[in-house]
């Protein structure tokens, strides 16, 4: 590589230019690890009836042809089928995970090759991801899939967490403004990586780079919780560029992969992690939202004793008539066995309370952001050597304090940090199962297809149109939300009610739905 030249030079710690025009990257592309990957998604589709009903439906007619959608969502079994549906339903598709931790390999070899690939003639979707990235790594694959060929950039973005949209949205800013991004201006580690990313950009395209890109996006579906309170912050001040679907908020979206699937899938974490026995063990899960009640529930069902913490009165009320204690962090900090966070906040786990923890504690994170904890505290102590961390197996993390006199023999005490304190049930296990994921994803290909149609109808590009109608920030209709339901429902063998008209009339609904008020909170 030629480092004078600044879209040759290597991006920071990745070994890779910014603009490596790479096809695919990911970290195994073996026949085994293939064939691994696409017997997995033959399973989970037959686990996926929303999307396999919508694969019917439009048969042939690619309601998606023209979209060029860049896919920011961890990169497993699961978010391979959804890919390969929105293929086929006629879209261009580019793709990267969300999280450092979260890519399933096998998954990302499958789809890079397609269903009627092979090896030395891959057909599938281009995806840059593999698990256990460096944070540089990490942002180098969003920009490999945000970095269109042809076209400079996608129409469309299909986020979880924001971080494409938060590129795009910072780039075209500092552009605007004219000023050159500084890394050195920022203390927090990842952000810094941001803007060294931005620069490098900046001195290698010019000056209109992520402009250009942002007036092409119609809009972007956004599927997790911290992602929607982004956007809901940038149309309060009024610099949202693109109108917005909000998959998180929908029913089938909110109950079924926040509750559901948490309820599967954070206690099948912790055990592939730590092998340790749930039962009668001391939990608190902090935050008693959607994600904290099904976490209580997964711990719950292993017959461990469960508190929350709250600050909402209402959560904490409802935890309470599930006869589950409220406490706050600093009461048993000192008597827990296994912390939980579940904010989508941050500072909720801090360096002092990981000092006063018991020996052994375990400390997981299973919001969106690692700032729950603080990692980067303990991070700090460890280069500073009050505190050792030692490796028991990728993704299960040691951290012995070395100050402390309350562990074995009023020695060091040590917590058991899970991920790295990441997402907990994708970097220690698979994360949620299909059929949950199923009604997300359903949800989020809908939200694509009405983005493709409709997009201007909820507010036009402020890059192109700075004049025109301001974007919004929507969820999707109740009746979609039903359909998405409905679209599971033969999976169980359901057979609904069905009301007749002087029924419907009598409680007011039309009688194939929708069935509640757009108020209504399940």
Known sequence: MNATDPTKAPFLDTGLPLFADLPHKVRDLSAANVRFGRKELDLALHEMPGLAALRDEYAGSKPLAGARIMGSLHMTVQTAVLIETLVELGADVRWVSCNIFSTQDHAAAATVVGPTGTLDAPAGVPVYAWKGETLAEYWWCTMQALDWPEHGGPNLILDDGGDATLLIHLGHELEKAGTMPDPSTTDNGEFKIILSLLRDVRKAKGDAYFTKMAAA??????????????????????????????????????????????????????????????????????????????????????????????????????????????????????????????????????????????????????????????????????????????????????????????????????????????????????????????????????????????????????????????????????????????????????????????????????????????????
């Open 217 to 522: 996006i119609r809009g972007v579906s956004e599927e997790t919780t911290t992602g929607v309170h982004r956007l809901y912050e940038r149309v309060q001040k009024g610099t949202l560029l693109f109108p917005a679907i909000n998959v998180n908020d929908s029913v089938t979206k909110s109950k079924f992969d926040n509750v559901y699937g948490c309820r599967h899938s954070l206690v099948d974490a912790i055990m592939r992690a730590t092998d340790f026995l749930m039962s009668g063990k001391r939990c608190l899960v902090l935050g008693f939202g959607d994600v904290g009640k099904g976490s209580v529930q997964s711990l719950q069902g292993q017959h461990a004793r469960v508190s929350v913490t709250e600050v909402d009165p209402i959560c904490a009320l409802q935890a309470c008539m599930m006869g589950i204690d409220v406490v706050r962090i600093e009461d048993v900090v000192d008597t827990t066995d296994v912390f939980v966070t579940a904010t989508g906040n941050k500072d909720i786990i801090t360096f002092d309370h990981m000092k006063q923890m018991k020996h052994n504690a375990i400390v997981c994170n299973i919001g969106h952001f690692d700032n729950e904890i603080d990692m980067a505290g303990l991070e700090k102590a460890v280069a500073a050597g009050t505190v050792e961390k030692i490796e028991i197996k990728p993704q299960v993390h040691e951290f012995r304090f070395l100050t402390t006199t309350h562990g074995p023999g009023n020695g060091p005490h040590s917590i058991i940090v899970l991920a790295e304190g990441r997402l907990v049930n994708l970097g220690c296990a698979t994360g949620h199962p299909s059929l949950v994921m199923s009604a997300s994803f359903t949800n989020q290909t809908i939200a694509q297809l009405e983005l493709h149609k409709n997009a201007e109808t909820y507010g036009v590009n402020q890059v192109t149109t700075p004049d025109g109608a301001k974007p919004q920030v929507i969820t999707l209709p109740k009746h979609l939300d039903e359909r998405v339901a409905e679209l599971h429902l033969a999976k169980f063998g359901v057979r609904l009610t069905q009301l007749t008209p002087e029924q419907a009339d009598y409680i007011g609904v039309p009688v194939s739905g929708p069935f509640k008020a757009e108020h209504y909170r399940y």
